[in-house]
């Protein structure tokens, strides 16, 4: 762990050895959702690294580490850790603009709740994020219902399932990878969950 992941109680950056060429930014704790599968729930961490963190991370610190870890043979940045990235959705713009003048050749995918438009009601949240250089969002959908939604992820916002799927029919205007996900876990009705998918011409992937 370096002095600035010590400093913040735990990894800004971190890696995913089935994806060598891949480094993640770590940046909140903080979530939409209190999903009961979460991983946060069982560990504090993922791949040998500690990502619970202790306060969040300012700018300059995301960015300072992520160039003293990005490697040449890097590919690809996913703004996923922890908490959901958008809930500091300034900062993900900040950092993500910063790769791509640093970094052109590499990129950039947010794994995401699908709830920042809801949160950021005045912005046009799929735009900000295509204009300031992300390539892709994969979004986590986890049920084929409000009902199983609201169960399984337990929204702090009314309106959350509902709000997602309009999240991805706008992203789809700016991006042409969106991906819908779910988690393999009882209950969830992968196939109802990918035909979802299928009706809003987004790809589909259980993780």
């Known amino acids: ?71 040449e043979s890097d590919s690809e940045v996913v703004w996923c850790g922890f908490g959901e990235p958008t809930m500091r959705l300034d900062v993900v713009l900040d950092i993500t603009r910063r790769i791509k003048r640093k970094h052109p050749h590499m990129k950039i995918r947010l794994n995401t709740d699908g709830l920042a438009q809801l949160r950021e009601r005045k912005r046009r949240v799929a735009r900000e994020l295509r204009g300031a250089g992300m390539d892709s969002v994969s979004i986590s959908l986890n049920a084929e219902s409000q009902e199983k939604y609201d169960e399984l992820c337990r929204p ?36 109802a969950c990918e035909g979802i998918a299928k009706d809003i011409v987004c790809e589909f992937r259980v993780r």
Not at 162 to 177: P, V
Request: charge should be neutral; include cysteine; proline fraction near 2%.
């Open 1 to 71: 762990m370096n002095l600035t992941s010590r400093a913040l109680g735990g990894s800004v950056v971190y890696r995913y050895a089935p994806r060598s060429h891949t480094i993640y930014l770590n940046v909140t704790n903080r979530c939409t959702n209190d999903c009961c599968f979460c991983v946060k729930n069982y560990s504090d961490g993922l791949s040998g690294y500690h990502l619970w963190l202790a306060k969040e991370p300012s700018v300059d610190e995301i960015w300072n580490t992520f160039q003293k870890e990005v490697r």
């Open 156 to 191: 702090s916002m009314a309106g959350s399932y509902c709000a997602l799927l309009d999240f991805a029919r706008d992203c789809k205007k700016y991006f042409s990878e969106v991906v819908l996900t779910v988690v393999s876990v009882e209950g969830i009705d992968a196939l």
